[in-house]
């Protein structure tokens, strides 16, 4: 599978960004998909990740800013980030699991998308 990430850029703290990841294949619907991101010196960490059923998870980071969905019409995830703060600057990595659960570990999945940076300035 081939996960393409977009929408990333500059914004300014309390600013809003969607980012999407377009998947190829035909078996989108049935796997989970999770968001990660890894700023500079630091290791990748878990963000959002939601499951075939729909259910979502959030680090708590994130909760109440961040929200994840789906579009499996469309082979598509999404990351609506609202509220940003600086501490958000990170390149973010969309991910396919490795089954239908969408898990905050970042070894359940096995499938990358490329990265898309996001800066929040303060």
């Known amino acids: 599978v081939q996960l393409q990430a977009s929408g990333g850029g500059l914004v300014q703290a309390g600013g809003s960004l969607r980012l999407s990841c377009a998947a190829s294949?035909?078996?989108?619907?049935?796997?989970?998909m999770g968001w990660f991101r890894q700023a500079p010196g630091k290791e990748r960490e878990f963000v959002s990740a939601i499951s075939w059923s729909g259910r979502t998870t959030h680090a708590d980071a994130v909760k109440g800013r961040f929200t994840i969905s789906r579009d499996n019409a469309k082979n598509t995830v999404y990351l609506q980030m609202n509220t940003l703060k600086p501490e958000d600057t990170a390149v973010y990595y969309c991910?396919?699991?490795?089954?239908?659960?969408?898990?905050?570990?970042?070894?359940?999945?096995?499938?990358w998308g490329q990265g898309t940076l996001v800066t929040v300035s303060s």
């Open positions: 294949g035909r078996t989108f619907s049935i796997y989970g």
């Open positions: 991910a396919r699991a490795k089954a239908g659960i969408g898990t905050d570990g970042i070894n359940d999945y096995n499938d």
